[in-house]
Structures are given as C-alpha cells and as structure tokens.
C-alpha cells in the first residue's frame, strides 16, 4: 500500500516539476502560477519525507 502511495506522490511531484518547466519557457510566464505550482510541489515533497 504504502509503496504505490510513494509512486503516486513521485508521479506527481515529476509532473508538476514539468508544468513549472513549460512555464518557465513561456516568453511571459505567470509568477503566481509558478508560485502555486512549487508550493504543491513542496507539499508533496513534505509528505514523501515523512513516509
């Protein structure tokens, strides 16, 4: 059980690693959505470390 709760949260920290990538590349890309996203990221990284 615990092993694919660890997948799912990494599967999700990569992808949110990869939405702030593409945002980052825009020519104008949105502080507040990059905010929003490393936050959720930071979260998800939390919660893996207290696993």
């Not at 997948?7 to 502080?31: F, N, T, Y």
């Amino acid at each position: 059980m615990e092993s694919s709760h660890v997948s799912a949260l990494q599967l999700k920290h990569a992808g949110i690693e990869r939405q702030i990538a593409e945002e980052m590349s825009r020519p104008v890309p949105d502080q507040s959505t990059i905010q929003a996203l490393k936050k959720r990221k930071l979260r998800i990284k939390e919660e893996l470390a207290h696993i």
